[in-house]
């Protein structure tokens, strides 16, 4: 497993997933030709944000997308089809 820094795009991470050698799925463009693969999720939290963000990362945790929810559940079952492809396992983020 390959854990993400404590912090993408300045907010705390809180729990994450792994894909492994094969991508969670992938961001097309609108020729549908492969933009980015998504290796990594996580969901994050700004401070003084009351919202969580999950981050969809490409293998080396840059942000490829990312989405706001009101909370850390809403933001796991509103996992899209596309990232669908293996089977998200959450980790707590420990440092």
């Known amino acids: 497993m390959k854990k993400p820094p404590n912090e993408i795009d300045g907010a705390k991470v809180l729990e994450w997933a792994w894909s492994g050698d094969k991508p969670f799925g992938a961001l ?3 020729s ?3 933009a980015a693969k998504i290796f990594g ?4 939290s700004y401070p003084g944000s009351k919202k969580f963000y999950r981050f969809s990362c490409d293998s080396e945790w840059k942000t490829e997308q990312d989405s706001d929810y009101n909370s850390i559940n809403e933001a796991k079952e509103k996992l899209p089809s ?3 492809g293996v089977e998200v396992i959450w980790q707590i983020y420990e440092l």
Do not use: D, K, S, T
Request: overall charge negative; aromatic content about 16%.
């Open 28 to 30: 097309r463009y609108e």
């Open 32 to 34: 549908g030709e492969i």
């Open 41 to 44: 999720l996580a969901i994050c």
């Open 82 to 84: 596309q990232y669908q």
